[in-house]
């Protein structure tokens, strides 16, 4: 590798952490911090808090915690601010969401209350199982101003010295790129036209990276993945990472198919299920949303799996992704899946997954790191697309050219990859034949 | 890497594939070889036959087949050996295990009646469940010399340029490495002292090695995993591997592990339970048999998850694996797995895996890149334990000094980094800044 | 009970059966016979074939097998009539259904292929997925006396002193009880005016019913239970059933469901999703077929469970069934079920259940038993709706003013206690008391 | 049925609970009267508190609660006492088990720590994994006399008139009837020896039987289906029940197989393995008591699918039972199984159950049921076995010379149908002919 580590500033002052939607994920993301600084939870889930850095040789069992080998900020710096359709601070939220016990929001309650959201910028026709009542009014450019505004004067009034947005909003309805994404002086023309086709997720995106925030989005809404943002993100030097936390079934998929790929087993179909009976159940319950995250789930078995190098293996494969709200288990979500498989000389085996998981329990390390890493990189000068963190997403953005890597393991070595060179350590190849020519 | 590549010889002439233990592996492995070279089937599993290798950058697009990148011997050069205690012939054996089709069998008859395994080096007290009725005799001294006796004629006969000795046998009896084992000279003493603590399976790998032939071995037995056999093997120049194919469960096992750990879930418990009706299932039915594959089976997740370096996510895992004889099955095994996991603040998850796997099928892709592999090193000049090829075993060899690589998919990495550095080509670290920096 | 048993007419000459649809049940079933009367299989499910009643007290040991307690039509006087909108004969139809072992369907090939089905009446507004090639042309009057011509003129051919016809078509959009099904001479009326409302299979239970043969029907069609049919029945004295087969995953419902409910444990949801790839999961992948399958899935809970009786624990049940078209599996479909229960005090507990079935092998059974039972309903005298064949059925039909049995074991009850008294035996009851007080 | 009902004293006064053993099933048992009777909960899973009896023709709708149907005692009437070999109190008892949620447990705190276990008569020798630190001292005869005056002061501080004994203590070791167990007198002179054969449970059986209170046996323990006991039982004119609560797996096996055998599905394997980390699941881990469960818990299939009828079906039926102490999962047991089907023609099909259930939460409302049953029984002159009670046990007890019922349906029925005759009701026998020949 030649390119040489940048440099990178400090994580010193208070570091905003800004949330459209404050929902299931966005209220466990928040108390989880608040419970982690008073002792009562540990980050489970979450690399930049947990997490360690293999350097050097394996006899050498140099493996120091990331938090320790790269500048991160510092959970007791962290600030949230929020955007809302329904009026209920952080407590309320979190009671209603039910992911974590009463008696922990409890304890934590004049810390949640403190967090009343802001009103949204929000659309039903892009979210149509929801009904706002807590809501901006004007046109998509005015709507963008007030939500730069809301930043602005929460940087203000906190004194934070940086911040990062991280989308913990609803699934949009399906939409493609089209014209008004395809340049940021076509997306401007749309602002400022008041263009109804310009998705409310949009005008977050924009309101921070036009102040050089970088931004992260966690749902599979066609937002920061267009040519326009792109454009700014480069032009203000924004880091921008997405799209959709990669949770429950997703993530287990991108552990599973790396595994048969590697062996070279055959997979006929892939049938997974899906219960699940929390906000996010109801709105996927739309076809309309549904369609943006099945496009999301269904395409990270191609470029795993690659059909057109392994025709025999892999380009029969009958991928079936369904959704089903069922209201008794809320946010405690079940993921099913059936594999057919085939091997030696075409023989049929099967494999059956269950997955009792829990959506928000899941997410919210994510977007801690995702918080953290963004904050790193900007301060390390690195902006547009990071690559680095497709293996927080379910379908991650590259650079043109590029096809996205969706098995988990590369995704972990190209962060890990990615951390050893920002500090300046050699690359690990897990080659290690100079073991045994010594 | 300083490590300069080194130089292989061709893969000319016919190489002999020698086999401890005609049953319903080696007979599915042998009978699969037939059928794809007549049309009736394809090598599917099997990296050295369909795998392929990423080579340079990602824009690139360079990915041969392995078979192509690397010198390895043809399909159609392979001879079989194979010693069983049993003396069924490989047509009348491959009916008996039940795992491909009568159909199938039949059309192979007249090749596989032809292989008619040689007496066995059998011992009871190491198997307790099988009764031989097809065994040589004499001291252990004696049946070794018979041993390479039968490897000699045989290369004389096929006229094969070169062999491979792949362990296909039961599981034997659990033992400990003792004083034995401890050094070549110790070994050799007892072998003139027919000491009956020196298990058959060692008098193969003896048999092999003295005549610097590779050697693996696909149970979890000690064999060539003592210092006597590493000492032997460097001396006559011969690869080793070992030990205990990597198949169904704990295959599934070092790939969800690495993926739990990679997004640092922590783990409570993890149970296996399996059930299989095959000659394997009925040998693991006794206890000390059992306890010598419980060790196996036990072991992967230690290096995986490294509960030293993660006490707060691993160190309190409680991890208990069964296996069950079960009639109705035969062949087709399958295990279930239920794994306690926990996240964001210590909430629990599950997940449960039923695998209704094929053990031989899956087996016997692993005996054939084993073999193909082992001669391939053995060409390269490369001598001793062959770590690269831990990616196909339960409970991988190392240089001691080293802890051994679990993880399937470091296995993998250092498998295809392995194949680039005897290429000369360049390592691939995932890292990819340069795409992004250009 | 004061009712008098019946006299019953012997079981002498041959019996047509007459089955509308050619396709995976019908080729199973009839080669089925075929086999079981060459000794080449087994009639297992059938209790026509191998069950037993109980007769008297439990320390008498009187267990006959039923068809020497009742007087059924035997297997070797069955002959074989169908309509199918596809020309293949059984043997073609047979091998495409992929149900059969091919060296089972070859062994049984001149019998197949003797039964040509006759041209269908056939209406694609009611199968939308479905092509129909080999169809009759005419009015719904015309088709039906077509239908008709084609059972007179096998009757005479072959000689057969009775017939039965079952059912085992598509499943048809869904349609509901109108003007047109009120009564007979409404129908009438209707098939004058060649109403297109009527569905294809009324006109096959129509020309079935004025002949007084018995009608049983295997799809969740709307055919038999309206009101027009069930006056043609008594009418011309024939036995009628319906409707549904009940094979796999709501067989195991009505089994499990009677089980939770006889402990009194409570149900918050009850979750079923199925993935086949026949031509039934095809057809049902047609909304409006599904809606006509769904309506008879969800409706088995409801009798079983009684919410209005046991509102505290099943009133707020929420049941949800998917059926999802899955290629890979051809005729084997996976129905998995999640189950949310809960106990004392209101403790949550989950069963999930997964069962790997087989369509066509579930229902063969069943069409010989409703065939041969009907055929015994109707020698002796009874007409009209045989409420004791809901054993078979997942939506049975019943008598105006009661509901019906679901509860797999009440139904069983049914059957036996209808066996007995038949037959003038003593009724079972459980009670028992009589083996402690005598 | 000629047995006249009984006549059936009125449930005046105070009922005494005895329970030996105050662990998870007791304290569940208890604490959940007290929430019940303070509105905290509610009685799921008890057929005397929530269940209905139908009476008469399926059109009449009648449908009372069993408890205003016959004369049960009420709740608050019920006084509880118990004996443990740990000192616990049910409080502390209750928290250690870990199936009440802590809150819920802690509004109850003074009714429970009010319950002081008296001193066990423990033997370490049949449980060998508990350690009892409270116990009584002296030889059989003299600790059964101890636990009788425990009774009779008992009795006489509460005031109770009724009392029912129901052992909720642990599994003791493998026994199997002997000559000390062969008649009342040949017991008596074994407790006059001071014979150490003669197991603990046997001396809370003998203390209650003496005394003519009814007695239910909760674990597989040899205790009251020995010839002396029932003997005693018979002089005494007390009920006896027994044996082993029938709970997580063993319910559901009892529940589906009556369901396969009903349709003749044929069996060829039934493996069934449980992971409960209690501190039943730990005296489980000592092979002696795991014996005596295996037993109670492999006799099931036999009588509900009586091979020796249908050969063809079950009688090459592999049953395999295992039980794993799995620690993480505490009082939550999961039983898995796996079932081997085959229908028509023998074509193979399997079923996978996964119970994730709660021990103690299916055990207590089965306390109850036996304990008010038992008392009903009594009341009613009922002596001895009481076999209409099967429905709760996994081991029924049965007169000699009868075959015992596991089908839990035919159970449901006897039960019923018992409650019927007790009442004068007629006979429910699900004939019905007489809605269609009116």
């Known amino acids: 590798m030649t390119q040489a580590p940048p440099s990178i500033a400090p994580a010193s002052g208070k570091l905003a952490i800004l949330l459209p ?3 299931a994920v966005s209220t466990t993301f928040i108390a989880g ?7 009562l939870g540990r980050p489970i889930g979450s690399l930049t808090q947990m997490g360690r850095v293999r350097l ?5 069992m140099k493996v120091p915690l990331i ?25 309320e939220a979190a009671l209603k969401a039910g992911v974590l016990e009463p008696t922990l929001i409890e304890k934590l309650r004049s810390k949640l209350e403190a967090i009343q959201p802001w009103t949204a910028a929000f659309d039903q026709k892009f979210v149509q199982k929801l009904h706002g009542t807590h809501c901006k009014r004007g046109t998509r450019r005015a709507l963008a101003e007030q939500i730069g505004n809301d930043i602005d004067a929460f940087l203000k009034k906190t004194g934070a010295s940086r911040a990062v947005m991280i989308w913990c909003g609803s699934t949009e309805v399906f939409t493609q790129s089209g014209p008004h994404h395809a340049s940021l002086a076509a997306l401007e023309k749309a602002l400022d036209h008041d263009e109804q086709a310009i998705a409310p997720s949009i005008l977050y995106a924009y309101a921070a990276l036009t102040r050089g925030i970088p931004y992260a989005n966690g749902a599979p809404n066609l937002t920061v993945d267009i040519p326009a943002m792109q454009e700014l993100a480069n032009q203000t030097h924004a880091p921008i990472a997405g799209k959709d936390f990669k949770t429950g079934q997703t993530l287990m998929k991108t552990i599973l198919a790396p595994g048969l790929r590697a062996r070279h087993l055959g997979i ?14 109801e709105v996927l319950d739309d076809p309309q949303s549904f369609k943006t995250k099945e496009v999301s789930k269904l395409s990270v078995l191609g470029t795993i799996l690659q059909p057109e190098l392994n025709p025999e293996l892999y380009s029969d494969l009958y991928h079936k992704v369904c959704i089903n709200y069922y209201p008794p288990r809320g ?12 091997g030696w000389l ?37 902006k547009g697309i990071q690559e680095w963190l497709s293996f927080y997403l379910k379908s991650p953005m590259v650079k043109e050219g590029l096809y996205p890597e969706h098995n988990l393991f590369h995704q972990e070595m190209k962060l890990m990859n990615t951390l050893r060179w920002m500090m300046g350590e050699t690359q690990i190849t897990h080659l290690g034949i100079d073991y045994y020519q010594a």
Do not use: H
């Open 33 to 39: 911090i608040e419970a982690i600084l008073q002792g």
């Open 346 to 382: 075409g023989y049929a085996m099967q494999i059956k997954i269950d997955f009792l998981c829990r959506d928000s329990i899941l997410a919210a390390p994510i977007v801690l790191d995702l918080a953290l890493f963004l904050d790193l990189a900007k301060r390390a000068g690195l």
């Open 331 to 342: 946010d405690n979500k079940e993921g099913w899946d059936n594999i057919d498989i085939f």
């Open 67 to 91: 938090k320790e080998f790269v500048p991160l900020a510092s959970l007791d710096d962290l600030v949230f601010g929020s955007w809302d359709c329904v009026p209920d601070n952080a407590y």
């Open 21 to 23: 939607g404050l929902g």
């Open 268 to 281: 006929r179909g892939w049938y997974s299920t899906n219960i699940l009976g929390n906000r996010d159940g």
């Open 56 to 60: 050097g040789k394996r006899t050498e």
